[in-house]
Nanobody
């Protein structure tokens, strides 16, 4: 089992920044591909970003490319999502996930999910 706990959400004005963290415990963190998803009210959960075991390969949704950066610290068992130039449409609950397969993580079928952290961007 892997337990994932997100933190760092909050209220920020448009154009501002936030950094989300996802702390993992349980099985070996470095064995897992990590991802971030988000779910806005009344919408389906959508992919945001993904990072491989080493941290060298990343992927992003078009809507966040150039504004968000995913990274990981395997020594700290933590994955981060740096969010810059935030827009009101970025308002959502953000979830991290962990999986053994890149496709599983990106497609929303990972092995584990966190409980989510709320991000609200005011205009």
């Amino acid at each position: 089992q892997v337990q994932l706990v997100e933190s760092g959400g909050g209220l920020v004005q448009a154009g501002g920044s936030l950094r989300l963290s996802c702390a993992a415990s349980g099985r070996t963190f470095s064995n897992y591909i990590m991802g971030w998803f988000r779910q806005a009210p009344g919408k389906e959960r959508e992919f945001v970003a993904v990072i491989d075991w080493t941290g060298r390969t990343t992927g992003y949704a078009d809507s966040v490319k150039g504004r968000f950066t995913i990274s990981r610290d395997n020594a700290q068992n933590t994955v981060y999502l740096q969010m810059n130039s935030l827009k009101p449409e970025d308002t959502a609950v953000y979830y991290c996930n962990a999986g053994r397969r890149w496709g599983g993580v990106v497609e929303g079928a990972p092995d584990y999910w966190g409980q989510g952290t709320q991000v609200t961007v005011s205009s």
